[in-house]
């Protein structure tokens, strides 16, 4: 099973993305929990302890080897670098694993005026074409609103899109951007989580402009994740009733998607 989260900043998708990878690692899976997102806390949301977070090197930030891979001397561009480099052997050497889960922080590239065609952008594109296609993992991906680092056959391969959205027009707007960013990539569904729901009104909102063909459930809000992070605790240890909605959400990410169905 192959998962990327996705929505815009502060809508809860680190939550979810932490809480799946615990369920599926309680059952025994063997779980990469990706961190793809500039804005890298999925570790604390796993229970990572944060002395331990500060001292994993983002992918992105690692000099030598992404100029070992490709080719390319650090802050160089307009060189010739190699498009195709070796990334394998990445999730295993460079993440930290604890309760069954095994964490790999990507980092963002700081592009500047060079681009994003730079050895920083190769490697980390290919390193999640690794992940997606290659590794035998359920590889759970946190990842920011845009599909940058996804290319076509990347993104194809991925079992299921899950945008977080929150009840309100602006993150029901990213959805459908995010819902056109992976059809230009081949991807004809994306499905979405409500999170944050404080009662039916704001229930009734997102099932007024969500598909149900395409909510894969319900988040109510509970102040044990706000108090979890405040803590340094992950959610799924102090919020059983998010866990439980999540773990529901997680037998329908188990589900083949329409268009797969349709395919079959």
């Not at 099973?1 to 799946?20: P, R, S």
């Not at 845009?146 to 029901?172: C, K, N, Q």
């Amino acid at each position: 099973m192959k998962i990327a989260i996705m929505g815009k900043g502060g809508v809860g998708k680190t939550t979810l993305a932490a809480i799946l990878a615990r369920l599926y690692a309680a059952e025994g899976r063997p779980v990469l929990a990706v961190d793809a997102d500039p804005d890298a806390n999925l570790g604390l949301a796993l229970g990572f302890a944060a002395a331990a977070l500060r001292k994993l090197t983002p992918v992105a930030a690692m000099n030598e080897l992404i100029a070992e891979r490709t080719g390319a001397a650090p802050g160089s561009f307009g060189l010739l670098f190699k498009i195709n480099p070796l990334v394998a052997d990445i999730p295993d050497r460079f993440s930290l694993t604890q309760n069954g889960v095994k964490l790999l922080v990507m980092g963002t590239v700081a592009t500047g005026g060079a681009g994003c065609v730079c050895p920083e952008h190769v490697v980390l594109r290919r390193l999640l074409q690794n992940l997606v296609m290659e590794r035998e993992e359920v590889v759970i991906m946190d990842m920011e609103a845009g599909l940058e680092h996804l290319g076509r056959g990347t993104a194809a391969m991925v079992d299921r899109f899950v945008t977080v959205i929150e009840p309100g027009a602006r993150s029901v707007q990213t959805y459908e951007k995010i819902r056109r960013l992976a059809a230009d990539l081949g991807v004809r569904e994306v499905s979405a989580v409500a999170n944050k729901v404080r009662g039916p009104a704001d229930e009734e909102f997102i099932r007024a402009r969500i598909p149900a063909a395409a909510l894969l459930g319900v988040i109510h809000y509970d102040d044990n994740v706000i108090r979890a992070d405040k803590e340094g605790i992950s959610p799924f240890e102090l919020s059983p009733a998010v866990t439980g909605e999540i773990r529901g959400i997680k037998e329908a990410v188990g589900q083949p998607r329409r268009n797969e169905e349709a395919e079959g």
